[in-house]
């Protein structure tokens, strides 16, 4: 089992950048698959990146490609998500989610175990 807390949220303007972190607990946390989901105000939760447990593979949704870069460091215990040019249309809370075992482009919310808490980010024009 495993528990993330995702921090990082703010309020920003379009075009700055902004770094969430998702922390989790327990010794196993190399052996997860991470990604991040968001859901905007009156929106479905959706999928944002994944990373591979080693963090040698990556998958983004399209509308974040280029912008948004997903990383890990299992020596810490800490997944991130660097996001540049933010734009109004990415305002939403963000989550952390984990899988046990493979599966970096699973894009189902269904597909994951354990979910953070959730961290708001506001873009503003």
């Known amino acids: 089992q495993v528990q993330l807390v995702e921090s990082g949220g703010g309020l920003v303007q379009a075009g700055d950048s902004l770094r969430l972190s998702c922390a989790a607990s327990?010794?196993?946390?190399?052996?997860?698959?991470i990604s991040w989901f968001r859901q905007g105000p009156g929106k479905e939760r959706e999928f944002v990146a994944g990373i591979s447990r080693g963090g040698g593979n990556t998958y983004y949704t399209d509308s974040v490609k280029g912008r948004f870069t997903i990383s890990r460091d299992n020596a810490k215990n800490t997944v991130y998500l660097q996001m540049s040019s933010l734009k109004f249309e990415d305002t939403a809370v963000y989550y952390c989610?984990?899988?046990?075992?493979?599966?970096?482009?699973?894009?189902?919310?269904?597909?994951?175990?354990?979910w953070g808490q959730g961290t708001q980010v506001t873009v503003s024009t």
């Open positions: 327990g010794r196993t946390f190399s052996t997860y698959t």
């Open positions: 989610a984990a899988r046990g075992g493979a599966g970096w482009s699973r894009t189902s919310s269904a597909d994951y175990d354990y």
